[in-house]
């Protein structure tokens, strides 16, 4: 196993913050953009195997990790993560890089692609994300397909109920009345995604203590929950004009039961990129890594040593 630590694990950013970011291996360099709920750590068992071949910049996003006190300056979250990832690029003095995005780490990658190119990008590899995000009349498969609307409008009655109570720090702070009925809310959202209403109970009592919130959410910061609520349901990137310039190598790792973005939307980003492989990960839902990790590890390798 080898392993290099960077002089400066955190990274100064633009608004005068410092943000985390893990390095493993040395060789040619990969950055690996996690999605939300994750932090650096949990690329590790997959990238481990590689470490002698390549060298993996793993940040930990903003609410996240060692960047968990890192807090949003503007209403955009991907706008804050792509310029984040900008400065991380600067910072570290990346060329000719591999980029890795999964889920929000994939938004970000492609918000990445539409400001600036992936000029410096030598291929890119996107697991489980869509290239639009909103519903349109000419694209069915935003996040959460069908169930889009019904799922919204849930989310934004979490958003207002949250709005009220944006001078508390954490989701656990509620009081009790506002964190019952903000698992209640949660526990429709999730009844939706997973189509099982025999599990709301279930889904209620793991989210109605403060103990519980900590435990199974991803995101526990009020400010972070009202940013991402805001940023999903208001804000309706596509990304699929600027995948239309791209000559960048693009591998698509497509969870095909994944809940939060159909199969074939991800699978279009081959109609609009002109450089793109489709691997598909058949008993995956939305992270192939953790439903299928034997074949994530072996296509992840293909991955590496197709474009090294």
């Known amino acids: 196993m080898v392993y290099e630590k960077h002089p400066m694990p955190f990274i100064p950013l633009r608004d005068g913050q410092q943000l985390y970011v893990r390095t493993l291996g040395r060789g040619k360099p990969v950055l690996m953009l996690a999605g939300l709920g994750m932090h650096s750590g949990h690329w590790l068992p997959f990238v481990l195997p590689f470490a002698h071949r390549y060298k993996f910049y793993m940040p930990d996003f903003r609410g996240a990790g060692r960047s968990s006190d890192v807090r ?13 990832v900008v400065d991380i690029i ?35 590899l996107h697991i489980d994300q869509t290239p639009c995000i909103a519903n349109q009349d000419d694209w069915p498969f935003g996040l959460f397909g069908d169930k889009q609307r ?40 999730l009844v939706l995604i997973s189509n099982k209403p025999v599990l709301k109970p279930l889904f209620r009592w793991l989210l109605v203590s403060p103990k519980q919130l900590a435990k199974h959410l991803p995101l526990t910061q009020i400010a972070d929950c009202r940013a991402y609520l805001h940023a999903y349901t ?47 990960f058949y008993r995956s839902g939305h992270v192939p890594l953790a439903d299928e990790p034997l074949k994530f590890v072996r296509e992840f390798k293909r991955f590496l040593s197709q474009h090294t």
């Not at 949250?162 to 698992?183: G, N």
């Not at 809940?259 to 598909?280: C, F, N, S, W």
Request: aromatic letters at 10%; hydrophobic letters at 40%.
């Open 234 to 280: 208001q804000l309706s990137h596509d990304y699929r004009d600027s995948l239309r310039q791209c000559q960048t190598p693009i591998t698509v790792m497509v969870g095909m039961n994944s809940p939060l973005y159909h199969p074939e939307g991800q699978m279009r980003i081959a109609d609009y990129a002109p450089q793109v492989k489709i691997r598909k």
């Open 150 to 189: 019904l799922i919204f409008a849930q989310i934004k009655q979490l958003a207002q109920l949250l709005d009220q109570y944006a001078d508390y720090a954490q989701l656990s702070d509620l009081p009790k009345a506002a964190r019952q009925q903000a698992a209640s809310t949660l526990a429709d959202i």
């Open 72 to 84: 949003f300056n503007q209403a955009d979250v991907f706008q804050n993560h792509y310029e984040d």
């Open 90 to 124: 600067k910072y570290l003095g990346l060329s000719h890089y591999l980029l890795v995005g999964i889920s929000l780490g994939g938004t970000t990658a492609l918000h990445l692609q539409r400001e600036q190119g992936f000029a410096d990008v030598k291929a890119y």
